[in-house]
């Protein structure tokens, strides 16, 4: 097996694990608002959006730091991995709830893996191919810009619906909901 798919074998795992944990960490940390910036600090789309990001792109740049040399096309690979990977989650989470009606908890799950996969399936193929390094710059500053818009929306959410959390709404039409109506399940 190359190095490449080796790396992106353990990176799947990583990733997935990474971010799995990672969902929990905000709460873990205390609610600590330096954790908040790179773990999601509600039940929003946007802040599951973390659970990819943030580790696939600490591992990439440890692939990035091993590979550079033998794969001179990796970064750019990299980056649009991330971005893919990343905004996959928002396009099937909002596809499928539209189809269904309702949030399926073992469809989320499954989106994530998925979405971690097609982010390393993209790396190795672009990677190898450099079909992706006329295009390295404004990916990368993309990604970059995606960053920065995680760190200033989780302390500035906008109102739109792939920044609100749905727990907080539910919360929110029980505690307004008149008192002689049953309580919802």
């Known amino acids: 097996m190359s190095h490449l798919k080796r790396l992106s074998v353990i990176g799947v795992i990583f990733v997935t694990l990474a971010g799995t944990l990672s969902h929990f960490l905000y709460g873990w940390s205390g609610k600590n608002a330096l954790v908040g910036l790179f773990a999601p600090v509600n039940e929003s789309v946007w802040e599951h959006m973390k659970l990819l990001f943030f580790p696939m792109l600490l591992y990439g740049l440890f692939m990035v730091s091993r590979l550079k040399k033998e794969i001179p096309c990796l970064p750019s690979a990299l980056w649009a991995g991330v971005l893919a990977g990343t905004f996959t989650i928002p396009l099937l989470y909002y596809a499928y709830t539209f189809i269904c009606g309702r ?13 971690v996969l097609i982010a390393f399936r993209i790396v190795c193929k ?4 450099c079909r992706a390094k ?4 404004l990916s990368g500053w993309a990604v970059f810009l995606l960053f920065i818009c995680f760190l200033w929306f989780t302390c500035h959410p906008p109102r739109a619906e792939i920044f609100t959390d749905p727990t907080a ?3 929110a039409a029980r505690l307004s909901a008149p008192a002689w109506t ?3 399940p």
């Open 134 to 137: 006329p295009f390295g710059a």
């Open 126 to 129: 672009l990677a190898l191919s």
């Open 182 to 184: 049953a309580p919802r």
């Open 169 to 171: 709404r539910e919360e």
């Open 103 to 115: 949030n399926v908890f073992l469809l989320d799950l499954g989106i994530f893996l998925l979405s």
